[in-house]
C-alpha cells in the first residue's frame, strides 16, 4: 500500500466522521499497534508484509461499529470504506476479521452477499488475529477468547478451529514454536 494514501492520523480522523466512539477508537488503535509488532515479528523472521497495510487496516477495522455492534459490523464496515473510495486491500481486511473469518455459506447464513470472508493474505490474517488478543484495549490470551468464544458459540463451531488454526500459522509465522502462546507480556507497548 502506498503511505501516501492513508497515514495513521487520517485513518483516526476517518473512524471519528464515521462516528466511532471513544471505546472503539481506542480499541482500533491497540489492535493496530498489536498488528504491527506481531507483523514485525513475522517480517523479522523472513516474511514479506506491508507493515503500513496492517497499521491502517487494524486501525480500520472496526469502522462499521459506527453503526452497529452487531455481527454485521465488518458488512457495514466495508460499505463505508468502499463509500470512502478506500484500498480494496483495506475492505477486504474489515470484511474478513469476524471471528477466524466466514466461509461463503456462513456469510449467506447471516445474510451477507455470498462470498468468501476468511483472511487470506498474511495483513488480513494478522489483523484479524491481532483483534482476537485485544478485548477493549487489554491484551488477552488466546485460550480466553476461545473460551468466550466457545460459550458463545458453542465449542465446536468452525470459527474456534478456524480461530486456533490462525494462531498456530502466526505464531510459526513469527518464528514462535506452534505451541507457544503469546502472553500478555509479549506485546506490550
Not at 81 to 102: F, V, Y
Not at 120 to 148: F, H, N, S
Not at 164 to 173: A, D, G, S
Request: hydrophobic share 35%.
Amino acid at each position: 500500500m502506498n503511505k501516501t494514501i492513508l497515514t495513521a492520523e487520517k485513518a483516526i480522523e476517518i473512524l471519528k466522521t464515521a462516528g466511532c466512539s471513544p471505546e472503539v477508537i481506542r480499541h482500533c488503535k491497540a489492535v493496530s499497534n498489536l498488528a504491527v509488532k506481531i507483523a514485525r515479528r513475522c517480517k523479522r523472521n523472513g516474511v514479506d508484509v506491508d507493515l503500513d497495510l496492517v497499521r491502517i487496516g487494524a486501525l480500520l477495522h472496526d469502522i462499521g461499529r459506527s453503526r452497529t455492534h452487531s455481527v454485521h459490523h465488518p458488512i457495514v464496515g466495508a460499505e463505508i470504506a468502499e463509500s470512502l473510495n478506500l484500498p480494496e486491500e483495506i475492505i477486504k481486511i474489515i470484511k474478513r476479521h469476524l471471528g477466524g473469518g466466514l466461509t461463503s455459506k456462513e456469510a449467506s447464513e447471516l445474510g451477507w452477499p455470498s462470498e468468501n470472508y476468511l483472511p487470506e493474505t498474511i495483513e488480513e490474517k494478522i489483523v484479524t488475529y491481532a483483534d482476537k488478543l485485544i478485548e477493549g484495549e487489554r491484551i488477552v490470551p488466546i485460550e480466553e477468547t476461545v473460551k468466550k468464544l466457545s460459550k458463545r458459540l458453542g465449542a465446536h463451531h468452525p470459527s474456534i478451529k478456524r480461530i486456533m488454526n490462525l494462531h498456530r500459522e502466526i505464531t510459526e509465522l513469527c518464528g514462535e514454536p506452534a505451541k507457544h502462546l503469546f502472553k500478555t507480556t509479549d506485546f506490550t507497548p
